[in-house]
């Protein structure tokens, strides 16, 4: 059973920081893509950050950049996404995702995934 699991999200203040997890289980995770996503209210999901199956390739979107580090512990089935900074519109449900095969990170960029996450809710505000 695929299983993947978010932790890490509640209420934040502006200008604090925020580390999400999201264990996987029931597929291979280490040859897999990752991904993270966002979706407030009202709004599309939108893409947030990737990684590739090697830590070598990742990807942010450009709301994030530079104030956001996405990385993987395959030991641990985990993929973690930090955010510093946080303002307001980083208020969001949050869902992490994967893709598997050659092409799972470019499916991540195109908004496609194998496996979501139920998600969980970041808010920020003062």
């Known amino acids: 059973q695929v299983q993947l699991v978010e932790s890490g999200g509640g209420w934040v203040q502006p200008g604090g920081s925020l580390r999400l997890s999201c264990v996987v289980s029931?597929?291979?995770?280490?040859?897999?893509?990752l991904g993270w996503f966002r979706q407030a209210p009202g709004k599309r999901r939108a893409f947030v950050a990737a990684?590739?199956?090697?830590?070598?390739?990742?990807y942010y979107e450009d709301a994030v950049k530079g104030r956001s580090a996405i990385s993987r512990d395959n030991a641990k089935n985990t993929v973690y996404l930090e955010i510093d900074r946080l303002k307001p519109d980083d208020t969001a449900v949050y869902h992490c995702?994967?893709?598997?095969?050659?092409?799972?990170?470019?499916?991540?960029?195109?908004?496609?995934?194998?496996?979501w996450g139920q998600g969980i809710q970041v808010t920020v505000s003062s």
């Open positions: 029931g597929f291979t995770f280490s040859t897999s893509a």
């Open positions: 995702a994967a893709a598997q095969g050659d092409s799972g990170l470019r499916r991540l960029l195109l908004r496609e995934a194998d496996y």
């Open positions: 990684i590739g199956s090697t830590e070598a390739s990742t």
